[in-house]
């Protein structure tokens, strides 16, 4: 890929933004393949590998978010789809780690657990983890495989617009999008809600780290906040896949039941901090939030 400095997660202000994003889409591509082929080559650990390459396709989808009004609708939908599936691919050796964290930080938090059934459980959860590792070498290649294909991909886009309008209208979605997922779930904090309302904030914490430049102060700070959110709802979701994970355990239906109750305490608190914290970060009405940020690039950009 010919892009200079294509690693970068940020539009820089003397670049035409349609070839901002392209480049900052490509580079993305290029670090998560980068990741796992060092995790093949054994250069690369392979958990912290899968971590990071589905941490960029994640950032990489959120930046196909930002041209969905820019690329053909087919084009749009195709990748990403393909960026999904290659996600989904390395789920399943992130989520047996995700929960042996998950459990670690439970353990922390909460003092009255029945401390043998947690010891068990834990390590059933590193047999998990360590049975995954040996075994996920085809979701791995499949991974790759897609990643490759949707770099050649990108190549071909051809964005040549320049102005806001490339981002403008597809930047007022995303925080909508956001704003619509909060109020859900504040109204029925629910696991598949919170949920939701996560992938939503980490949408908006990417695309406002890629505008960023274009005024680092505020734009930084609403960027480390919508990290902190997704922080907290990120916990909340582990703790369901530990709940998940827990029923399907013999660890004695006492200890069992006192487990669940201490999640559900810990989901509790968790959505407590997180409900405040997304009020103030969706103040505003979608259309004033994007007529700000315009304001922020253009007054940048000159």
Wanted: hydrophobic share 35%; charged share 35%.
């Amino acid at each position: 890929m010919a892009f200079e400095n294509g690693r970068t997660y940020a539009l820089k202000g003397d670049e035409p933004l349609g070839r901002g994003m392209t480049r900052i889409a490509a580079g993305r591509a290029e670090k998560a393949l980068e990741r796992l082929r060092g995790s093949a080559s054994g250069e690369v650990g392979k958990a912290d590998a899968v971590h990071g390459a589905r941490r960029d396709l994640k950032k990489l989808r959120a930046a196909l978010r930002l041209l969905r009004d820019e690329l053909p609708k087919k084009v749009y939908r195709e990748e990403i789809e393909r960026y999904r599936k290659a996600g989904r691919a390395l789920a399943a050796s992130r989520d047996a780690e995700v929960k042996l964290q998950a459990l670690e930080r439970l353990g922390e938090q909460t003092e009255d657990l029945p401390r043998e059934a947690i010891e068990s459980w834990r390590r059933f959860l590193l047999s998990d983890c360590e049975m995954v590792v040996s075994t996920d070498e085809p979701a791995l290649a499949e991974a790759v495989a897609a990643i490759e294909t949707g770099l050649a991909g990108i190549e071909g886009w051809r964005l040549e617009g320049k102005g806001w309008k490339v981002v403008g209208g597809s930047l007022t979605r995303v925080y909508r999008r956001g704003r619509r997922a909060g109020r859900d779930a504040e109204a029925d904090p629910s696991e598949a809600n919170v949920h939701q309302w996560r992938k939503r904030v980490k949408d908006l914490r990417y695309a406002l780290e890629l505008l960023e430049r274009s005024w680092s102060g505020p734009l930084r700070a609403a960027a480390e906040e919508s990290h902190r959110l997704a922080d907290l709802l990120g916990d909340h979701h582990d703790l369901a896949l530990l709940r998940e994970d827990l029923r399907q355990r013999r660890l004695g239906e006492e200890e069992t039941g006192r487990i669940e109750a201490a999640i559900d305490e810990r989901q509790g608190q968790l959505a407590a901090d997180a409900l405040p914290l997304g009020r103030r970060l969706y103040a505003e009405r979608p259309e004033d939030f994007s007529r700000r940020l315009r304001r922020y690039w253009q007054a940048w950009r000159g």
